[in-house]
């Protein structure tokens, strides 16, 4: 590591980390984030198989209580951390901030790549990095387990081999095949998201003309052929026929025709750009200022297209989202590493000129350099010290661990029909005790309500006397 960019490398590592664990580490989790937890760990221990994998016990989605909401390879994955690792809420977290990290390095390698032969700009991948984790919906989904950060790293590895094909020119046909599988394996991951790395190639051309349109073809054709081959493959096992296209006609198409989550289609739009406006500032005021300081740019055509290149390739894994009214801030968190490596390329030789103006022997730098190091200190510790803490869902919770003692793993129990919506509580009970719920008239041997909706309990039933909070739990007699 250059010693002129090591206090920047401390900063950057602080904030990613401050913007994370301290979160990451307490109890509490967004639904989504919980719901493909328990997936993965009833997987893990025997319930359902990786086709068909199994939240609850009364799960019911279009007529089979499978679970089929996405493609199955995520929850493969995770099952094995949790196979290895055992059923510690801290395994999802492990592993949610491995891909936060294993996100952070793949921003290292596209930048190296991007910047090859320009040692002075291949030092500051720390750049991108930090514009990258300090967006909002960045930060938060690494925080909440959610399916974008594992296929985001099939994406950007997929951008990556893509990008080092037509810019290394060595091994294109092996590069592009390498690319083309890890579409296949983001496709697998989160569905049609995942295959915008596709269209890399046919940017590229429309950005530089370096290469031929028929080449532009030729390679796009083989982005495709790759994953088309495997699921083709994949096909030829009945079981394996059977789910996925129970994914792509009863889930997948039923969603995006009939459960919207938006009014607008252009939520996405002005989401991204709500999201995007720190580093956009961020970028221009430096813009400003080397315009000022009479620092020198040195944008030439390569380098812009390059620029623009990124800047494109992040909007074709966003944008599309306008094209169905299912739409959420996180699902476009696969595309923020583009966006962040195109902003940095855009003020990157400025401030490149610009830190050549730092002398590190100077007494600022020094205790600048010391700042960073206690920083980072203060931020593993205060981050450690959350431990234990509840970041979310503290009441309801608190009931659930209640709850949990008092009834036998693996029940099933009665809930008022007006509760079967609330799907932290039930991916609560199926996390930490594999409780599931049931809002039928069959009784069951415990009943759970609401204390607000607490009127006339279902049945002969007598309350149990627990400290809740938020529930009563009673009991058949």
């Known amino acids: 590591m250059n010693e002129k960019h090591t206090p920047f490398w401390l900063l950057t590592i602080s904030v990613f980390i401050v913007l994370i664990v301290p979160v990451l580490i ?14 993965a760990k009833n997987l893990a221990n025997g319930l359902g198989t990786f086709w068909n994998p199994i939240f609850s016990e009364t799960w019911n989605k279009a007529g089979v209580s499978t679970f089929h909401e996405h493609p199955p390879l995520i929850f493969g994955i995770q099952a094995l951390f949790f196979k290895l690792l055992g059923t510690s809420i801290y395994v999802e977290r492990f592993y949610s901030f491995l891909t936060a990290c294993g996100t952070a390095y793949l921003i290292h390698k596209t930048w190296k790549l991007l910047t090859f032969g320009e040692e002075h700009l291949g030092k500051l991948s720390w750049l991108p990095i930090l514009f990258w984790i300090t967006i909002p919906v960045a930060f938060w989904s690494f925080q909440n387990n959610v399916q974008e950060n594992t296929m985001g790293i099939f994406t950007l590895l997929a951008v990556y081999f ?18 083309g599988l890890f579409i296949f394996l983001a496709s697998f991951s989160k569905g049609i998201s995942g295959f915008f790395p596709i269209g890399v190639i046919g940017l590229y051309w429309l950005v530089s003309k370096e290469i031929s349109f028929l080449k532009m073809l030729g390679y796009t054709f083989i982005l495709i052929l790759v994953p088309v081959i495997i699921y083709l493959l994949l096909s030829t096992n009945a079981t394996a026929f059977e789910s996925l296209s129970f994914y792509v006609e009863k889930r997948l198409l039923t969603r995006i025709d009939s459960a919207p989550t938006v009014d607008s289609r252009f939520y996405i739009v002005e989401r991204l750009f709500m999201e ?37 390739i992040a909007c074709s894994g966003s944008i599309p989202l306008v094209l169905t009214l299912v739409q959420k801030g996180f699902y476009m968190a696969h595309s923020l590493p583009f966006f962040a490596i195109g902003f940095a390329l855009l003020v990157a030789p400025g401030l490149s000129n610009l830190m050549e103006r730092i002398r590190v022997e100077k007494q600022a730098f020094k205790v600048f350099r010391g700042v960073m190091f206690f920083a980072l200190g203060a931020i593993l510790v205060f981050s450690f010290l959350q431990k234990g803490k509840t970041s979310r869902n503290a009441d309801l919770l608190h009931d659930v661990y209640l709850v949990g003692e008092t009834i036998p ?13 609330n799907w932290d509580l039930q991916c609560a009970l199926i996390r930490h005790f594999n409780i599931s719920v049931d809002r039928s008239k069959t009784p069951h041997d415990f009943y759970l309500i609401e204390k607000e909706l607490d009127k006339n ?4 039933v007598e309350k149990i006397g627990l400290e809740t909070k938020r529930f009563n739990l009673y009991k058949q007699k």
């Open 26 to 39: 307490q109890d509490g989790m967004f639904m989504d984030g919980v719901l493909y937890t328990c997936v």
């Open 162 to 179: 893509s990008l080092k094909a037509i810019y290394k020119n060595q091994q294109l046909w092996f590069f592009l095949v390498l690319s």
């Open 276 to 312: 995007l406006l720190p580093i956009i500032i961020v970028s221009v005021l430096m813009l400003v200022a080397f315009r000022v300081k009479q620092i020198k740019q040195g944008i030439d055509k390569p380098y812009r297209h390059k620029i623009i290149l990124l800047l494109l």
């Open 409 to 421: 793993p693996h029940s099933t129990i009665s809930i008022d029909k007006k509760m079967w919506d």
């Open 457 to 460: 309990p279902l049945g002969n």
